[in-house]
């Protein structure tokens, strides 16, 4: 059973960067099935896609967010990662990292890490 | 960007109950639609793919419809776990979209 771990600090100040990890275990970063997706929920509100990342390195970004964000990915650690910089209030949210599978033209998402919860201030 | 509007975004209701909401697609979207249910402090779960095919492990009580730009998530009849937030989601095109979500509350 695949699983997805995010990690990272909980609590960032005004205009720093965030750096979130997700670590993958139960199957392969490698598989030519997966693209790994960053999910966010700020309180109260949606969900919002920031971007995906693919094994190679591909990368597709939310054009809201792509001046700001740069995804990445280790497959010996088995991780993938994502940066945000220029951080305000407005990104403080749960933050959520997911595998991503061809559902149409682009992804759906089946595996979920649990989320964690991100305030700027 | 497509735009995915939910509704209701709230509802009502008792366990048993029959429950159906909607998502619609600010464009053709074929059956680029997913389904997810979000309970707090758990990770989303995908319920239906492909506007219609019920995702492996998935009680068959979730059922999905539609193409284009009209779409319904039903849920048969509802037990108590299932009081959670469902979300729509297009894989038409970039960026993904997700649509602002359905509470469903115990009545």
């Known amino acids: 059973q695949l699983q997805l771990q995010e990690s990272g600090p909980g609590l960032v100040k005004p205009w720093e960067t965030l750096s979130l990890t997700c670590s993958v275990s139960?199957?392969?970063?490698?598989?030519?099935?997966?693209?790994w997706g960053w999910i966010r929920q700020p309180p109260g509100k949606g969900l919002e896609w920031i971007g995906s990342?693919?094994?190679?390195?591909?990368?597709y970004y939310n054009p809201s967010l792509e001046s700001r964000v740069t995804m990445s990915v280790d497959t010996s650690k088995h991780q993938f990662s994502l940066k945000l910089n220029s951080l305000t209030a407005g990104d403080t949210a749960l933050y959520y990292c997911?595998?991503?599978?061809?559902?149409?033209?682009?992804?759906?998402?089946?595996?979920w890490g649990q989320g964690i919860l991100v305030t700027v201030s | 960007d497509i735009q995915m509007t939910q509704s209701p975004s709230s509802l009502s209701a008792s366990v048993g109950d029959r429950v159906t909401i909607t998502c619609r697609a600010s464009q053709n979207i074929g059956a680029d639609l997913n389904w997810y249910q979000v309970k707090p402090g758990k990770a989303p779960k995908l319920l239906i793919r492909a506007a219609s095919s019920l995702q492996s492990g998935v009680p068959a009580r979730f059922s999905g419809s539609g193409s284009g730009t009209d779409f319904t998530l039903t849920i048969s009849s509802l037990p108590p776990e299932d009081f959670a937030i469902y979300y729509c989601q297009q894989s038409y095109s970039t960026p993904l979209t997700f649509g602002g979500g359905t509470k469903v509350e115990i009545k």
């Open positions: 139960g199957g392969s970063i490698s598989s030519s099935y997966s693209y």
């Open positions: 997911a595998r991503g599978f061809y559902t149409g033209n682009y992804w759906g998402f089946d595996y």
């Open positions: 990342i693919y094994h190679s390195g591909s990368t």
